[in-house]
């Protein structure tokens, strides 16, 4: 006689209960044998090691779903620290040339007002330098001129002296 087998139910879990099902072909034991405590303490470690394995997998369907929720945050949080910091970069730069351009138009007309000033001062001193090389120049020529004169005169013996003849 062949030993009767009996099936183990199959476990599923529906809302984190445990429920067994009933197996697809029963073989029906024989009413006269009734299941000893050691077929009940082999099926309690079989639920146990079934639990234990659901528990297992179930853990690593969440840890799988909580990493790829985890990348897929970090990733908008990525996207949108960089668009704020570009959003933030260009009000910056707005700032800036809006500080510079009234700065650059300050110095602007700073440099030309001292250029102006400067071109001024170089032409008072330019005619004051040609009024003095002209006095100068006036000054050796009519010293020359009069020294040349009464020196040649002398020297060529000319009698200043003027006689009256009244004839």
């Not at 997998?57 to 996207?79: E, P, Y």
């Not at 001292?114 to 020529?141: D, E, G, P, S």
Request: a positive charge.
């Amino acid at each position: 006689m062949e030993p009767i087998q009996r099936q183990i139910p199959f476990l599923f879990c529906i809302k984190g209960k445990i429920c067994k099902s009933k197996p697809k072909s029963e073989v029906t034991p024989d009413p006269d044998e009734a299941p000893t405590e050691e077929d009940d303490q082999l099926l309690q470690q079989q639920i146990k090691a079934a639990i234990t394995i659901q528990k297992a997998w179930r853990g690593a369907l969440v840890r799988r779903s909580l990493k790829l929720a985890t990348n897929c945050a970090l990733i908008i949080q990525r996207w949108w620290r960089k668009t704020l910091q570009h959003a933030l970069d260009k009000r910056k730069i707005k700032a800036l040339v809006m500080y510079i351009w009234p700065e650059k138009s300050t110095v602007l007309l700073q440099s030309l007002f001292r250029m102006w000033l400067m071109k001024t001062r170089y032409k008072k001193y330019q005619k004051a330098a040609y009024v003095i090389q002209n006095h100068w120049r006036n000054y050796c020529f009519v010293k020359a001129s009069s020294t040349y004169s009464l020196n040649n005169l002398a020297h060529e013996g000319i009698d200043l002296n003027i006689e009256i003849v009244v004839g």
